[in-house]
């Protein structure tokens, strides 16, 4: 979890599945975008984009505390160096259980230069694996996989630099 802090302290209750999904959504699909779109515009330094406490502080202004505790934001986050301008930072998410929710997260950052893009590996409707490119504004499915493989999508994200 080198570069990343956890900031989860509860387990989830599936019994609140809608709210559940509706703060994982708004975390995967919404939060993170805006985050990457932030640092993009120069709005926000990239250290913006490794979770901190400040996550946290942002999400319960829109969500009750303890549902944003219960939605767990990740299970683990990893900062991997690829090369001496590019940090690959990997978002483990709690297991998904509905179409649409992510299992992974992926944003590849240009150091040198503040630039990054997100992408995740989401459940599909046919239950298989989406690989999709997650901006502010659209979620562009890029790929489909027959399954879940963490390290094959951290290599895959780590090769968009090529």
Not at 136 to 149: A, G
Request: proline share 4%; charged share 20%; net charge negative.
């Amino acid at each position: 979890m080198s570069g990343c802090i956890n900031i989860n302290s509860m387990q989830e209750d599936k019994s609140t599945s809608r709210n559940l999904a509706e703060i994982r959504h708004h975390i995967q699909y919404l939060f993170i975008p805006q985050l990457v779109q932030s640092v993009n515009d120069g709005y926000l330094p990239s250290i913006a984009l490794f979770p901190s406490p400040l996550w946290y502080y942002n999400l319960r202004h829109q969500f009750d505390e303890g549902s944003v505790r219960e939605a767990k934001v990740y299970e683990e986050c990893e900062r991997i160096e690829i090369d001496s301008d590019h940090v690959l930072i990997l978002y483990t998410f709690p297991e998904p259980w509905i179409s649409g929710q992510a299992a992974y997260g992926a944003i590849i950052l240009n150091t040198s230069a503040d630039q990054a893009d997100y992408y995740t590996l989401q459940a599909g409707p046919d239950g298989r694996w989406q690989v999709a490119h997650v901006t502010t504004s659209e979620n562009s499915v890029l790929e489909t996989w027959d399954s879940l493989d963490r390290n094959r999508f951290a290599d895959w994200a780590a090769g968009r630099l090529n």
